[in-house]
């Protein structure tokens, strides 16, 4: 997963999505971590679409 940083506003909306704590909001920089399991809520809970999956996951 990856974050496209000029459109997030870090409301953290997607942090409170993952039902597997791997995001992290650090100030301005929204980390992904390796607890991830490619469920995709946080790119539905996202509301300005900033979060799109990368090719390798
Ligand atoms: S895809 Fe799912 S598990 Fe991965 S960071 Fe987003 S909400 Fe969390
Ligand atoms: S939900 Fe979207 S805009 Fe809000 S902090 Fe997460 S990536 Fe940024």
């Given at each position: 997963m990856k974050v496209i940083i000029e459109k997030?506003?870090?409301?953290g909306a997607c942090v409170g999505s993952c039902p597997s704590n791997a995001i992290f909001l650090n100030e301005v920089i929204i980390d992904f971590h390796q607890?991830?399991?490619?469920?995709r809520r946080c790119t539905k809970a996202c509301p300005v679409g900033a979060i799109q999956m990368e090719a390798g996951g």
């Open positions: 997030c506003m870090h409301c607890e991830c399991n490619q469920c």
